[in-house]
């Protein structure tokens, strides 16, 4: 069973970037697709993007295309997501999740495996 770890979160100004991990020590890190879903203070938790377990399929949410990168390096098992163009509503705590399905992951419901989160603030 993998369990995730993530890091990378902090405060930044508007305009600049992050650049989250989430890591994945022992387990079978490379038979899951990833995602990265953000929850911001009484918001429902949303997916912003997902790779399959080869990183030949990528989703991107309309509001961070262009902005957001995920790419995975399964050699060290672990996921990241680049944040450049930081926006004050990105503001949230980001979670990483795991899944043997890619399409569970893009549609962000009953994922296999959470991480704990890691908090992403952007000030104005």
């Known amino acids: 069973q993998v369990h995730l770890v993530e890091s990378g979160g902090g405060l930044v100004q508007a305009g600049g970037s992050l650049r989250l991990s989430c890591a994945a020590p022992?387990?079978?890190?490379?038979?899951?697709?990833m995602g990265w879903f953000p929850q911001a203070p009484g918001k429902e938790r949303e997916i912003v993007a997902a790779?399959?377990?080869?990183?030949?399929?990528?989703y991107y949410a309309d509001s961070v295309k262009g902005r957001f990168t995920i790419s995975r390096d399964n050699a060290k098992n672990t996921v990241y997501l680049q944040m450049n163009s930081l926006k004050p509503e990105d503001t949230a705590v980001y979670y990483c999740?795991?899944?043997?399905?890619?399409?569970?992951?893009?549609?962000?419901?009953?994922?296999?495996?959470w991480g704990q989160g890691t908090l992403v603030t952007v000030s104005a």
């Open positions: 022992g387990g079978t890190f490379s038979l899951y697709a």
């Open positions: 790779i399959s377990w080869s990183g030949g399929h990528t």
């Open positions: 999740a795991a899944d043997k399905e890619y399409t569970i992951v893009v549609a962000g419901y009953h994922l296999e495996i």
